[in-house]
């Protein structure tokens, strides 16, 4: 059975999503979410590869994705580009002359999220169309993988069954992987990198949020925007959880 590669120093948030789920039998080895490929050394490269990885789901912008390309060998990279507008949107606060509070960075991550409902329900569509295709072990990220992925895997998670505490659980375990950056993140004041590079639940909480307001429901919100209705669901069951 395929388990976390040991002493990876890049990706530090790669994990299996079965990891942190109980009450539905998610198969091992299929489905990891993590935060980008292109900083890998040789050897976490082949330890990822050793999974049995060939798939890889990329949720990175234009100008992340060519900066720092997969260095994963052998998978089929499929780019669902999702551009990030946050650290613009912080940066030209700043610039403007605004002394952002954490509170501030809460509710613009909060827009972020609103945002992946109401902007990018095309690339995760795209995303739940490839998971369709086969399951071929599979990675899915964005740059930190985090907020991108961390809403496809949420996605994910309520498709297969996992129930919301579940869905949160796996979530919130940025919190205690991804490594943040040793040096000051792009000119923003700590106090306001530290929110930008974490997680926390009222995130996640306003993407469904938008979902209750706009659609009435996630699952009306999968049929509808996301073309996952009964059958696909049916489908992604088949190819994702073991058998009982």
């Known amino acids: 059975m395929p388990t976390v590669p040991p002493r990876l120093s890049n990706p530090s948030n790669f994990r299996d999503l079965a990891e942190a789920v109980r009450s539905v039998p998610l198969q091992p080895g299929k489905l990891w979410r993590s935060d980008h490929l292109g900083a890998l050394d040789a050897h976490d490269a082949e330890q990822i590869r050793a999974l049995g990885v060939r798939r890889v789901l990329d949720f990175r912008g234009v100008h992340e994705r060519t900066s720092a390309a997969c260095r994963v ?9 999702i551009e990030p507008t946050i650290v613009q949107v912080l940066h030209a606060l700043t610039a403007a002359g605004h002394r952002l ?8 991550m909060q827009d972020t999220y609103r945002g992946f409902v109401r902007r990018s329900a095309d690339r995760f569509a795209q995303f739940f169309g490839l ?17 991108r992925t961390g809403f496809a895997a949420a996605l994910v998670l309520h498709v297969l069954g996992a129930g919301p505490d579940e869905v949160m659980r796996d979530y919130l375990l940025t919190n205690e992987r991804l490594q943040p950056p040793a040096v000051a993140w792009r000119g923003l004041e700590p106090h306001v990198a530290r929110v930008l590079w974490g997680v926390q639940p009222a995130f996640l909480q306003a993407a ?3 979902i209750e307001a706009d659609y009435g429901g996630t699952d009306a919100f999968l049929a509808q925007a996301l073309g996952v209705r009964e059958a696909e669901r049916a489908r992604l069951r088949q190819l994702y959880l073991a058998p009982v």
């Open 208 to 210: 469904f949020e938008a």
């Open 73 to 81: 060998e052998g998978v089929q990279v499929h780019s669902l580009a």
């Open 101 to 108: 509070t954490e509170a501030d960075v809460v509710q613009h």
């Open 131 to 147: 998971l369709l295709e086969a399951d071929v072990p599979t990675v899915f990220h964005c740059t930190a993988g985090k907020d």
